[in-house]
Structure formats: structure tokens, C-alpha cells
């Protein structure tokens, strides 16, 4: 139980590590936050799991601190890619853009 | 030994992502590095908790966790224009 607590804990930091690399390298908003939230909810659900299996007396409260954890975070995530949706935040000039949301492109190409 | 391991990745995250919070163009971006560093801060204190050996602050970070999301959520809405 101690070993497998550790390997969790492990990888719960290295996706910590990589959503935030994710971060600071995309090109954009809305890669950034599919980058940021997917890896970021990953990485402190691992890492919460694996204390919790470590030591006996934390596993409830990880066990609840997971369960919001996982409700809550896409929640803000889609409140914030909602907002930049309507502030017309600039997106990457790479990206492939079905027919409806043409009008969307034209705006920021000016 | 692992723990240390994960404490300098954990380091080195936040780290990133408050580049991310001080260049950021525009205030969305300030906002998801906001958002990430509140996740990230919530696994610290499990990891402290864990290593002072004291379960009591097991309750601080489901608070902290609680008060995080309000707060994004609370500026996102404002963003958008109607709180």
C-alpha cells in the first residue's frame, strides 16, 4: 500500500508538472486550457489518491477532497473558455474552423 | 526520497504557470494561470498535511478548494459581462 502511495504520488506530480508546461507553451487560450485543466484535474487527483493510500487516517477527506475536486474543475474551466468566447479573445492562426463559426475567424483576422 | 522528488515538480509547475500569470495577453490567460495555481496549491497542502503528520489540515484544503472555485468562477462571470 505504502509502494503504490508513492508511485500515485509520483505521477500525480508529473502531470502537475506537465499541465503547467502546457501552460506556458501553447499558442493559444483555448489550447491552453485543454492543456491546463485536463492534465492539472489528473494530476491532483493521482497525488490526493496516493496520500490517501499512504496513511490510513487521510483517506476519507481525500476521498471527498477528490470527489470535488473532479466536480468542480471542469466547471470553472468552462466558465473560462465561455468568457474568452465572448470577449473575442484572439485565436491561433493554425486552427481549423468548421462552417458555422466562420464569422468568428473573420472577426479577429483584422 | 520520493516525496522530495515530487516537491521539486510540484515547484517547478508553479513556477510555470506564474510566467504564464505575468506575461499573459490577455486577462483570460491571467485567469486559467489563476485557476491552475489554486489546483496546484490544493495538492500542496495534502502534501504538507501529510508531512507534518497532522490531518487537520486535510479541512483546510477542502476549504481552500471550495473558496478557489468561487473566486474563479466569480471573475470569469464578471468578465463576461453579467455577474
Known sequence: ???AGEILVLIGSIFLFLGALGIL????VFNRLQAGTKATTLGALSLILGIGFMSSGYLWKSIVLVIFIVLTNPISSSTIARASYKLKVPIFKGTVIKTEEK???KEEKK | MIITISMIFIGLAVLLAFIRLVIGPTSSDRLLAADSITTITTAVIVLVAYLLGRVIYMDVAIVYAVLGFVGVVAVARYLEGGI
Open chain 1, 103 to 105: 464569422d468568428f475567424l
Open chain 1, 25 to 28: 507553451r501553447m499558442p493559444d
Open chain 1, 1 to 3: 500500500m505504502e509502494i
